[in-house]
């Protein structure tokens, strides 16, 4: 029940398209789920996150998007670009428990 | 500039002889937390601090400790490790649990 479930493993995106990274969980009372960016030789970092009160939340070409009922998440990638060529990790929590991660994904970015 | 500083970055040590590996955050932060990362199995928490003097068990705790003596401080300590921590170590902080975290640059520890 703990789980955090991300799919796929790997992406392969060609410039300008559109990357999705899905995540499920199982915990209903988890209330806090961030998409972390690492690249290569370097610490995660906060890409984006939302907290379940809203559906979908947006920066830049970065879009989390929310299903509760469904117990899903997912990231989307607009516009594709090389530099975004990384690791992404979802993750899920609630206040005062720890961060549970999902195994992450790693996206390419063809030109 | 608001940092988590960690030391070493890299390490290569032989089985059984105990290490720390220190861990620095200059936010004020409360919460503090150990991950370990290996390939296909993502970033895994081994211990976290929600504040001073208060630790719990992550994850995956078995064969660490750690302590939180100071705000700023939460050293990981191997007291006799084995080949099966060989991983990348991060440590983390944020102003409460579920609020962004803050990564240090990572410890590569090779046990052998």
């Known amino acids: 029940q703990q789980q955090v479930k991300q799919s796929p493993q790997s992406l392969i995106v060609q410039k300008g398209g559109i990357s999705i990274i899905n995540c499920a969980y199982e915990n209903t009372a988890f209330d806090y789920f961030p998409w972390y960016q690492q690249f290569p030789g370097k610490g995660p970092a906060l890409l984006i996150a939302?907290?379940?009160?809203?559906s979908e939340k947006k920066e830049g070409r970065f879009t989390i998007s929310f299903n509760k009922s469904a117990k899903q998440f997912s990231l989307h990638i607009m516009d594709s670009q090389p530099g975004d060529s990384a690791t992404y990790f979802c993750a899920a929590n609630q206040a005062g428990t720890a961060l549970i991660f999902g195994k992450g994904t790693t996206l390419s970015v063809s030109s | 500039e608001a940092q988590v500083t960690q030391n070493p970055r890299y390490l290569i040590t032989v089985t059984g002889k105990k290490l720390t590996v220190t861990c620095s955050q200059n936010m004020n932060h409360e919460y503090m937390s150990w991950y370990r990362q290996d390939p296909g199995l993502g970033l895994r928490q081994i211990y976290y601090?929600?504040?001073?003097?208060?630790?719990d068990k992550g994850d995956v705790p078995e064969g660490y400790k750690v302590s939180r003596k100071e705000k700023r401080n939460f050293p990981l300590i191997l007291e006799s490790p084995s080949p099966n921590q060989t991983s990348l170590y991060f440590c983390?902080?944020?102003?409460?649990?579920?609020?962004?975290?803050?990564f240090g640059q990572g410890t590569r520890l090779t046990v052998v």
């Open positions: 601090s929600m504040n001073v003097e208060v630790t």
């Open positions: 983390a902080s944020s102003l409460t649990g579920n609020t962004e975290a803050f």
């Open positions: 939302i907290r379940p009160d809203v």
